[in-house]
């Protein structure tokens, strides 16, 4: 059991230097065609991976993330930005959790 | 874009008092206009992640400083999240580091606008604050990244996040719980933002993203795995699904993040339009 500042730091101390080195040390480009790919699918890929089932646990009702879910991949697929698709999940399960 | 650039160089090569001339100024006043809409995205998006933080334990006070210091808002939700599960601390540091790989790509590509002749301390500086949204606005930029800019954008904009985080968490336990269920997909609103998009643009993001959810959802539901941590997993599946479609769909350099002279592909993750994620 750590303390929160433990983590905070650590939390951090990799965020800085991640966003650092490139600028400082590491100033190559990446040559490596499967780095670049790699690295270019790594965000959709996490973001993925935290968004569901994450979001269906996160609300009282499993139903309403759910609905939520669908909503925000239909609201940012016909162009929303990143607020109304937010606003939109919010106002889903709030709406939701009111009949289930 | 010429002509930027030797007013830039000017500014570096002549005496410390260039740095208050009122090019500078301009430049300072620009950044701090283009971040208002940022800042105020990151408020309503840090009010949710400030609910992650208060399950996780966290005061009001280590809210707006973890989000201070690491302005990210993927990053500082896994984070909180293994903060309430006790998780190990190598285990944050390596779920931090996967989840905010992306932001090595944009430093790498914020180092191709940046002037050599730009003193070394502001590479220290802005650099820890390369979030996706002040990458966009500086990259939007013509010619060299200007310093100045930058901080003027950070100014207003970080501070909001990090207020945002904290009242996240004092608000969590005055609101009723509905309106915390309600508030608290608002992160997921805006994870889901960031990757249809994408998806809409190409067939092999959207492949990816179903895969993901099934893989995730697996990964949660059979038994043999519940001894692993939800973290160890998510860093265990990106390396494996990542790696794969790297081998089976390499991307082409320059889409990934343009050459040094024009704006990024914006068929490619540094979109430089939108506004995103921290």
């Not at chain 2, 996780?56 to 984070?79: H, M, R, T």
Request: proline share 5%; charged share 15%; net charge positive.
């Amino acid at each position: 059991m750590y303390s929160k500042w433990t983590y905070i730091l650590v939390m951090f101390a990799v965020t800085y230097l991640v966003r650092v080195l490139p600028l400082t040390i590491f100033r190559k480009p990446i040559n490596s065609r499967f780095m670049q790919s790699f690295l270019y699918y790594v965000p959709y890929v996490t973001l993925a991976l935290m968004t569901f089932p994450a979001i269906i646990n996160a609300t009282q009702s499993p139903i309403a993330g759910a609905l939520a879910l669908l909503a925000g991949i239909a609201a940012a697929w016909l162009g929303a930005g990143l607020l109304p698709v937010a606003a939109i999940c919010c106002v889903v399960v709030f709406a939701a959790e009111f009949i289930v | 874009m010429e002509k930027r650039s030797k007013k830039t160089e000017d500014a570096y090569t002549s005496s410390g008092e260039d740095l208050l001339s009122v090019e500078r100024r301009k430049a300072f006043r620009q950044g701090i206009r283009d971040g208002v809409p940022i800042g105020l995205g990151y408020f309503a998006v840090s009010f949710s992640l400030g609910i992650i933080a208060r399950n996780a334990g966290l005061s009001a006070f280590q809210g707006a400083i973890a989000s201070l210091l690491c302005i990210a808002s993927a990053g500082e939700y896994a984070g909180f999240t293994l903060i309430g599960a006790s998780a190990a601390l190598a285990e944050v540091a390596l779920m931090t580091l996967i989840i905010n790989l992306r932001y090595m790509l944009m430093s790498l590509a914020l180092t191709q606008r940046t002037d050599p002749k730009m003193p070394f301390f502001h590479r220290l500086l802005f650099g820890g604050a390369v979030t996706d949204e002040l990458f966009a606005i500086n990259i939007a930029r013509p010619g060299y990244l200007d310093p100045v800019y930058f901080y003027g954008a950070i100014l207003i904009s970080v501070p909001l996040w990090s207020v945002g985080t904290a009242l996240g968490i004092v608000a969590g336990d005055i609101l009723p719980a509905r309106v915390v269920s309600a508030l608290s997909v608002a992160l997921y609103g805006m994870f889901i933002a960031i990757i249809v998009p994408q998806a809409r643009k190409s067939k092999v993001i959207a492949g990816l993203i179903l895969i993901c959810f099934a893989a995730s959802w697996g990964a949660e539901k059979l038994a043999f795995l519940q001894n692993i941590s939800s973290g160890t997993k998510t860093i265990i599946l990106t390396i494996v699904i990542a790696s794969a479609a790297a081998l089976l769909f390499p991307v082409d350099t320059k889409k990934a993040y343009g050459t040094p002279d024009e704006s990024p592909n914006p068929d490619a993750c540094t979109d430089g339009k939108e506004v995103r994620d921290v």
